[in-house]
T-cell receptor, first 115, second 113 residues
Framework: AQSVTQLGSHVSVSEGALVLLRCNYSSSVPPYLFWYVQYPNQGLQLLLKYTTGATLVKGINGFEAEFKKSETSFHLTKPSAHMSDAAEYFCAVSGRKAAGNKLTFGGGTRVLVKP | DAGVIQSPRHEVTEMGQEVTLRCKPISGHDYLFWYRQTMMRGLELLIYFNNNVPIDDSGMPEDRFSAKMPNASFSTLKIQPSEPRDSAVYFC???????????FGPGTRLLVL
């Protein structure tokens, strides 16, 4: 069984400040890891993913995340927040089955960006 | 690419009525997923299909819910009869050659009165 824990359901940052969203996972097999973003009244959009290889993954909109196996973590960061980053962010995990991958999502973290 | 298309975008109905949600996956994708999003339970996988065949429906909450995929370009999620606790946003997602990446539709916001 897999599970995802996102620390903090709400995060408030100032424009230009560092954005740090925490994600820890539990998986009995080496996982695939994802961050999705959801803007108000929209579907989920993939920000970035880790499958294999380099543990520091860069995504869209200046976001990056680092897979740390020893800490079972996949925290999301952005050096400088922009007003357009206000959204809800979801961390997700799936197994490495060739025949389809079921996503298990964390509870989400809503980001508020203050001017 | 048009992306995943869902209809309707909003649905308001009365308890006891039948509700049908529709999804058109991205052309060429052979996996289709139905999710439900609520404040209480977050994002939950309801069912997923591979090549139009249901693979795992363990997330379907009860017999009132059913899903079909008659062809590669169309799927439905039906609730009959609907109840107020079914109120949620229902998302459809599809994946293809890049198996691990799912592409989500805009969702259907369902309100059952």
């Amino acid at each position: 069984a897999q599970s995802v824990t996102q620390l903090g359901s709400h995060v408030s940052v100032s424009e230009g400040a560092l954005v740090l969203l925490r994600c820890n996972y539990s998986s009995s097999v080496p996982p695939y890891l994802f961050w999705y973003v959801q803007y108000p009244n929209q579907g989920l959009q993939l920000l970035l993913k880790y499958t294999t290889g380099a543990t520091l993954v860069k995504g869209i909109n200046g976001f990056e995340a680092e897979f740390k196996k020893s800490e079972t973590s996949f925290h999301l960061t952005k050096p400088s927040a922009h007003m357009s980053d206000a959204a809800e962010y979801f961390c997700a995990v799936s197994g490495r089955k060739a025949a389809g991958n079921k996503l298990t999502f964390g509870g989400g973290t809503r980001v508020l960006v203050k001017p | 690419d048009a992306g995943v298309i869902q209809s309707p975008r909003h649905e308001v109905t009365e308890m006891g009525q039948e509700v049908t949600l529709r999804c058109k996956p991205i052309s060429g994708h052979d996996y289709l997923f139905w999710y439900r999003q609520t404040m209480m339970r977050g994002l939950e996988l309801l069912i997923y299909f591979n090549n139009n065949v249901p693979i795992d429906d363990s997330g379907m909450p009860e017999d009132r819910f059913s899903a079909k995929m008659p062809n590669a370009s169309f799927s439905t999620l039906k609730i009959q009869p609907s109840e107020p606790r079914d109120s949620a946003v229902y998302f459809c997602a599809s994946s293809g050659l890049s198996r691990e990446t799912q592409y989500f539709g805009p969702g259907t916001r369902l309100l059952v009165l």
